[in-house]
């Protein structure tokens, strides 16, 4: 029995280790690949190939000067903005209001028509990207900001209203009936009450949107096909040759492209955090 006693504190404080130590892997795996991309960006090619992973023999500055200071790199940024900015407000507002309808509007096939918008959680968008192309086609929208815009929306419905619905439904009811008491129409309840109080999955909403499109490869390259309007991930092939590629150059560019969604996440980490676990519990 003592012995017992005595290995149970022992138990106890191998835990938080057991548990420290597993995010320090975690964390590990996660951060070694993004550290490696931004060194290797400082590095020329011969040192890259011979020490991939260590700090540059020689930082070579100019890597990351000379993609700032073309008109290239700020018009492939320009690009990707205007259509992740697109995707994100179009998203948001649709998304939000339809699942404030599923949620407060009780109307024949609710039911059925929230779980056949669920359903587009089980198709990537590649699987019908031959279709969605002859579309797009058909409606005049290639080499079209909108011809990657609205695919984007219409893909990223599905999620972001099951995220708005079980947020909303969170919301205490006494609100709602309160304000129908009060002459607020549905309208006004959702624009000046709702959505005051729905910061954080407005928040976690538009970052996962933001960041999918920001990295959105496919479809930018079937629909667009002048260069001026290439995205971020379609200009990584400017620094890809017919027999060789100057990796230390694409990953310079890798760590400029992908710093708006990297601070864009942690700006809005707290809201993520109380978005995504909103609906976890119900209190």
Same mark, same amino acid.
């Given at each position: 029995?003592?012995?017992?006693?005595?290995?149970?504190?022992?138990?106890?404080?191998?835990?938080?280790?057991?548990?420290?130590?597993?995010?320090?892997?975690?964390? =590990?795996?996660?951060?070694?690949?993004?550290?490696?991309?931004?060194?290797?960006?400082?590095?020329?090619?011969?040192?890259?190939?011979?020490?991939?992973? =260590? &700090?540059?023999?020689?930082?070579?500055?100019?890597?990351?000067?000379?993609?700032? *200071? *073309?008109?290239?790199?700020?018009?492939? %940024?320009?690009?990707?903005?205007?259509?992740?900015?697109?995707?994100?407000?179009?998203?948001?507002?649709?998304?939000? %209001?339809?699942?404030?309808?599923?949620?407060?509007?009780?109307?024949?096939?609710?039911?059925?028509?929230?779980?056949?918008?669920?359903? *587009?959680?089980?198709?990537?968008?590649?699987?019908?990207?031959?279709?969605?192309?002859?579309?797009?086609?058909?409606? =005049?929208?290639?080499?079209?900001?909108?011809?990657?815009?609205?695919?984007?929306?219409?893909?990223?419905?599905?999620?972001?209203?099951?995220? &708005?619905?079980?947020?909303?439904?969170?919301?205490?009811?006494?609100?709602?009936?309160?304000?129908?008491?009060?002459?607020?129409?549905?309208?006004?309840?959702?624009?000046? +009450?709702?959505?005051?109080?729905?910061?954080?999955?407005?928040?976690?909403?538009?970052?996962?949107?933001?960041?999918?499109?920001?990295?959105?490869?496919?479809?930018?390259?079937?629909?667009?096909?002048?260069?001026?309007?290439?995205?971020?991930?379609?200009?990584? %092939?400017?620094?890809? *040759?017919?027999?060789?590629?100057?990796?230390?150059?694409?990953?310079? &560019? +890798?760590?400029?492209? +992908?710093?708006?969604?990297?601070?864009?996440?942690?700006?809005?980490?707290?809201?993520?955090?109380?978005?995504?676990?909103?609906?976890?519990?119900?209190?």
């Amino acid at each position: 029995m003592t012995s017992h006693d005595s290995s149970a504190p022992k138990s106890a404080a191998m835990s938080p280790v057991v548990r420290y130590a597993a995010l320090f892997l975690v964390a =590990g795996l996660v951060l070694i690949p993004l550290v490696a991309t931004v060194l290797g960006g400082f590095k020329t090619l011969g040192d890259l190939r011979v020490n991939p992973f =260590g &700090f540059p023999a020689q930082w070579e500055w100019r890597n990351y000067w000379d993609i700032l *200071g *073309g008109s290239r790199y700020w018009q492939l %940024m320009g690009n990707s903005a205007v259509i992740a900015v697109l995707t994100v407000i179009l998203t948001v507002m649709v998304s939000a %209001m339809a699942a404030f309808v599923f949620v407060h509007i009780q109307f024949f096939g609710s039911t059925f028509l929230v779980n056949y918008l669920l359903l *587009g959680l089980m198709f990537p968008a590649a699987t019908a990207i031959l279709p969605l192309f002859i579309q797009i086609r058909d409606l =005049g929208l290639l080499d079209n900001y909108w011809g990657v815009v609205l695919p984007q929306v219409a893909f990223g419905l599905a999620s972001s209203i099951l995220l &708005f619905r079980n947020y909303f439904k969170q919301l205490p009811a006494e609100l709602f009936e309160a304000a129908l008491i009060d002459g607020c129409g549905y309208f006004r309840f959702f624009w000046h +009450i709702v959505l005051p109080l729905s910061r954080p999955i407005l928040a976690t909403v538009a970052v996962i949107v933001f960041v999918h499109s920001w990295n959105s490869y496919l479809l930018p390259l079937v629909v667009f096909n002048r260069e001026t309007l290439y995205t971020w991930p379609l200009g990584i %092939m400017a620094y890809q *040759g017919e027999f060789s590629t100057d990796w230390n150059l694409v990953l310079a &560019f +890798i760590t400029l492209t +992908i710093l708006p969604a990297v601070i864009m996440f942690f700006a809005a980490q707290k809201h993520i955090v109380a978005g995504l676990t909103s609906g976890s519990v119900k209190g």
